[in-house]
Nanobody, 126 residues
Framework: QVQLVESGGGWVQAGGSLRLSCAAS????????MGWFRQAPGKEREFVAA????????DYAASVKGRFTISRDTAKNTMSLQMNSLKPEDTAVYYC???????????????????WGQGTQVTVSS
């Protein structure tokens, strides 16, 4: 069983930065990847970024590429999302997720993840 706890959300003006963290507990030996998703009011949960656990290969949604950076610390069992040049459209509840099904590209889809954090609100004002 894996438990995930996010931290670091908050309010920021457009152009500002925030850093989200996700602390995981539980086994990691079979973990393929971890990911960040976000959900704005009235919208579906969408993929933001993912990182493969062993090799550290990263992938991003087009809307955040070049502005957000995902990283992980395998020794500490943590994952982070550095968000720069934030825009009002980045406003959402951000979720970390862990242990998607073990096949290439699985991390894009929320349905493939076994574990989720509680979410942290990010609000970007214009």
């Amino acid at each position: 069983q894996v438990q995930l706890v996010e931290s670091g959300g908050g309010w920021v003006q457009a152009g500002g930065s925030l850093r989200l963290s996700c602390a995981a507990s539980g086994p990691t030996f079979s973990r393929y990847a971890m990911g960040w998703f976000r959900q704005a009011p009235g919208k579906e949960r969408e993929f933001v970024a993912a990182i493969t656990w062993s090799a550290g290969i990263t992938d991003y949604a087009a809307s955040v590429k070049g502005r957000f950076t995902i990283s992980r610390d395998t020794a500490k069992n943590t994952m982070s999302l550095q968000m720069n040049s934030l825009k009002p459209e980045d406003t959402a509840v951000y979720y970390c997720a862990s242990d998607p099904k073990f096949y290439s590209g699985s991390y894009y889809y929320p349905v493939n993840y076994d574990y989720w954090g509680q979410g942290t609100q990010v609000t970007v004002s214009s």
